[in-house]
């Protein structure tokens, strides 16, 4: 039951995954070339972001990507940072803010 319960959520989820990638990669090869390349990270906070939605799922992985934005800012954080192997423990889908590094 539980298997087939997870795999009905990833059907559920797929459509919301796929249209957020194409969004970001829509982003990445238009807009992002006239607002300048300067992210802080590698890989980008837009790689970073659509890697994330795609192997955890839209919400999960969106609010892993705000919270990779968010470090982006000046005063932030910069370097190698790829997305995470695995989900954080403490994460939970009603406390969308446990998924991400906010520092």
Same mark, same amino acid.
Request: aromatic share 18%; hydrophobic share 40%; charged share 20%.
């Given at each position: 039951?539980?298997?087939?319960?997870?795999?009905?959520?990833?059907?559920?989820?797929?459509?919301? /995954?796929?249209?957020? #990638?194409?969004?970001?990669?829509? @982003?990445? @090869?238009?807009?992002?070339?006239?607002?300048? !390349?300067?992210? /802080?990270?590698?890989?980008?906070?837009?790689?970073?972001?659509?890697? *994330?939605?795609?192997?955890?799922?839209?919400?999960?992985?969106?609010?892993?990507?705000?919270? !990779?934005?968010?470090?982006? !800012?000046?005063?932030?954080?910069?370097? @190698?940072?790829? #997305?995470?192997?695995?989900?954080?423990?403490? *994460? !939970?889908?009603? /406390?969308?803010?446990? @998924?991400?590094?906010?520092?």
């Amino acid at each position: 039951m539980k298997r087939v319960m997870a795999r009905l959520l990833w059907l559920v989820d797929l459509p919301f /995954r796929a249209v957020a #990638v194409l969004l970001i990669t829509i @982003y990445r @090869y238009t807009l992002s070339a006239f607002m300048g !390349r300067s992210c /802080r990270h590698l890989p980008t906070c837009s790689e970073y972001t659509g890697v *994330a939605i795609w192997t955890f799922g839209f919400w999960p992985g969106g609010w892993m990507g705000l919270s !990779r934005i968010w470090r982006c !800012r000046p005063g932030g954080t910069h370097g @190698y940072d790829p #997305v995470p192997e695995s989900l954080p423990e403490a *994460a !939970r889908w009603y /406390r969308p803010w446990t @998924y991400g590094r906010w520092k």
